[in-house]
Structure formats: C-alpha cells, structure tokens
C-alpha cells in the first residue's frame, strides 16, 4: 500500500486526485475497519490508517473515508474545544479547501462558507492567493493550510490574507515545518524540479520552512499563536486519533 499511494502522490495530477481518490478509497475502508484509531471528523473507528506521504509514507496516517490526515483531524478537534467555529455566525474564506472538511462546514447554517484556489476543482472561486478577489475587511475566519510553501511571495499572500481579515478576524495557516531548521530556507533560482524535490521535499515546493514562520506571519502584520494542542492532550486521545506530536497550531488574529 505504501509503494501505490508513493507512486499515486507523485506521478497523478493533484487535480485529478482530488476528483477521483475519495471513490477508490471507499473500498479499502472496509477492509481497514476495526476498533483502534478514530477519525473525529467522520467517527469512524478502523484498525488503522492508511500511510501517506510521497517519497516516505508515513504509517497510519490517511483516514480512508474522510481522507483526513493527521493535521485535519488536529484542527477539528482545535476547532472544537478552543474556538467557536461550530456555533458562532461567520464568513470563512477557505484557501485550497481539503474534501474532509468542505460538505461539514457547507452543511453549518451559521457559516457563509466561500471555498477558493488556484487549481483545485473543490474550490467555487479560482483565484491567486497573490491578488485574493474581494475586499478588504470581507471576512471573519481565513484557513490556508499547506499552500504558503507552494506559492512564489509569501509575504505577499499572507499580507492578502490579512488584507481581507476583518479587524478582530482570525485564521489558521499551517505549513509543513522543519523543526530541525531555525531559518526558513528558499532560493528563488532553483527551478529544476528534481532539485526541487531533493531540497524543498516536493518539486512543486518553494521553501521549507523552520522555526522562523511564526516570525514570518507577524512580519505580514498578523497577531501569532503558536498553540502546542496536540502535546497537551491525553496520551490515549493522541493514539486514539493518530495525530503528530510535532504539529504546532499557528493561530493567526487580525488586530
């Protein structure tokens, strides 16, 4: 199972994953099912995860009805015991929407729910996250997850973001992160794909980012909090949902 999803994640578009991966997975649900990890999202128990991960599939990892990963089912459970996500109205502006959580927060009455990318067929809205089309102060809750790494200036976007944050907005912007990196690294002339993926982890990645990013995000302006959740969790929830111990939350507020 690892070789197929390693040889799936590198060589089929993402667009066409995102269409098609969801309907093949359904099948494999069933033979994973069991009673020792949960998804929060779906509440489904199986006996484990699938791996995921391009060049070194991570174990237990992909949900297979939901399609969550580690880091979605953090931010649900974020979601659920540190905000009022699920109760307060608002407008979200979802950059890159992943399908766990698009038909849920479509499905919350109190929300006014826009979903927008550059290339996913998930999103309703095309858009550039350079040049974000709507104006400023339209939005109340911003998530962008796994995008800034991919993009050319992001300073640029996150100054987007920030821009079409209501003052006393609030956000979640997570990328993958290099706790072993003090800098974040990136070089504008390094364009060879195979370069690419060797120093940056993807061929499709500008950057790696270290423990800097949260310096990063208040350089655009925003208010940062890098909330350690995960580790003040109980051990037996941690299992129970397969989640990374390493995986910071950075909330970000707009003052």
């Not at 502006?93 to 998930?122: G, K, V, W």
């Not at 109340?140 to 993009?151: G, K, Q, R, S, T």
């Amino acid at each position: 199972m690892k070789k197929i999803i390693s040889f799936l994640l590198r060589r089929v578009p993402r667009p066409l994953l995102q269409r098609v991966a969801h309907i093949g997975l359904r099948v494999v649900a069933i033979f994973y099912r069991g009673h020792q990890v949960q998804c929060p999202i779906s509440g489904r128990w199986y006996r484990k995860f699938l791996p995921y991960g391009r060049l070194q599939p991570r174990e237990n990892a992909l949900c297979p009805d939901s399609l969550s990963l580690e880091r979605h089912r953090l931010m649900w459970l974020y979601l659920q015991r540190k905000t009022q996500f699920f109760t307060q109205p608002a407008k979200l502006l979802h950059i890159a929407p992943e399908l766990c959580f698009i038909h849920r927060f479509e499905a919350l009455s109190h929300l006014e729910y826009i979903t927008a990318d550059l290339e996913s067929p998930l999103a309703k809205v095309k858009m550039d996250i350079h040049q974000i089309p709507f104006p400023e102060n339209s939005f109340d809750i911003v998530f962008c997850n796994h995008v800034l790494e991919h993009v050319d200036d992001d300073h640029k976007a996150m100054k987007e973001m920030l821009r079409v944050l209501k003052p006393g907005g609030w956000g979640i912007i997570q990328v993958p992160l290099d706790d072993k990196r003090t800098a974040t690294y990136e070089d504008p002339t390094i364009t060879d794909p195979a370069e690419r993926e060797r120093l940056f982890g993807q061929n499709d990645h500008a950057r790696v980012y270290g423990l800097d990013y949260g310096r990063r995000l208040e350089k655009a302006g925003f208010k940062v909090t890098e909330d350690d959740f995960v580790r003040n969790l109980p051990e037996e929830e941690v299992k129970r949902y397969a989640l990374d111990l390493k995986e910071t939350i950075y909330r970000v507020d707009k003052p």
